[in-house]
Each structure stands twice: as structure tokens, then as C-alpha cells.
């Protein structure tokens, strides 16, 4: 099939493929190592979400480029839960698994400890996509704010201070949420 899909690719169209492989397949196969903690099924992901990247890229060289590794560390999700589920291994949820295993090392792992976890997980998906996602990169993935600063085009401390904010929005909506019970 991969042979089939780059014949009929153009050659810009080859040459996008391998800036792509290029530049974020370490990464992408980092993510999916993490995920599926098999070197074979990492790269399977990791071949499968290029065949994706082939297969739609008439859509995907519309997006900006500084959200082309976000568009595609989410085809590579998709490609590694479809492996955790024909394998049959538990599929994790997002980030759900990485909270409910975090040390209390930094003051978000405190809050993160002290609070009733399914309750912060309901409230995460009331954050912004922008919000969810950061938090998702950052105890998710567990990437550093220098990782995070050039995926999403902005610098190091913006990328820590966006952090804190989104947690602080967090603590907010659980402290409301939580006063609001005791009425």
C-alpha cells in the first residue's frame, strides 16, 4: 500500500512527506513507544499514521505548519490506541492514567494527589482545547516547556506560564464546584 499511495503522490507532495519524516519522527515515535511500550508496535503506529499523512495530504499541507506535529501526534494516537485495542491491552485515556500515577514532586502533583482525580479529569474537558491540550503535553505526554514552546510556536517561560494558568483555571472550577456541594 505504501508503495501504491507515493507512486501517486506528486513529487512536492514526496518531498512534504519526508520534511515531515524528517523533522517529527523521532518524536512521533517517542509518543508511540509510550504509549504502546513495544519497539514493533511503535513503529507500526508510526507507519500507519504516515500512510495516513499520505493518504489526506491534499488536507494536511493546508494546515500552518506549526500545527502540523500537533495534527500528527494525533494520528498517531489514533494509530497506537487501534493497536492497544487489537492487541487488547488497555487503552489509555488521554492523559487519565498519567495523572492518577503522578508524585507529589511539584506543586501541580500536590494538587493533582489531593483532589478527587475523576472529578478534575470531568472538569479538564470543560477547559479550552487550547487548555486541554497543553495540560495533555505536559502530564500526558510529559513533555518540558522546551519541548512545548516550539510545538506550539511560543517560547519557554510562555509556554510554563500557560500552564500555570490553565491549572490555576482547574483549581478554580474544582474550588467553585466544591463550594457549590457544600450549599
Not at 503535553?137 to 510529559?142: C, F, P, V
Request: proline share 3%.
Amino acid at each position: 500500500m505504501l508503495i501504491i499511495l507515493w507512486g501517486v503522490l506528486s513529487d512536492h507532495e514526496r518531498d512534504f512527506v519526508n520534511e515531515i519524516f524528517a523533522e517529527y519522527h523521532v518524536q512521533l515515535y517517542n509518543i508511540s513507544f509510550r504509549i504502546l511500550r513495544s519497539q514493533d508496535d511503535a513503529e507500526d503506529a508510526l507507519a500507519q499514521t504516515f500512510l495516513k499523512i499520505m493518504d489526506h495530504i491534499d488536507q494536511i499541507k493546508k494546515i500552518p505548519r506549526h500545527e502540523t506535529l500537533p495534527f500528527c501526534v494525533i494520528l498517531l494516537k489514533n494509530a497506537s490506541v487501534d493497536i492497544l485495542r487489537k492487541n487488547k491491552k488497555l487503552v489509555p485515556m488521554g492523559f487519565t492514567g498519567e495523572l492518577q500515577e503522578l508524585a507529589a514532586d511539584t506543586p501541580e502533583d500536590a494538587f493533582f494527589e489531593s483532589h478527587d482525580r475523576e472529578r478534575l479529569l470531568e472538569l479538564v474537558h470543560q477547559l479550552s482545547p487550547e487548555d486541554r491540550y497543553l495540560l495533555e503535553l505536559r502530564l500526558g505526554e510529559e513533555m518540558s516547556y522546551q519541548e512545548i514552546g516550539p510545538l506550539l510556536n511560543i517560547t519557554e517561560a510562555t509556554a510554563r506560564k500557560r500552564f500555570q494558568r490553565a491549572l490555576k483555571k482547574l483549581q478554580k472550577m474544582y474550588a467553585r464546584e466544591a463550594a457549590h456541594v457544600r450549599e
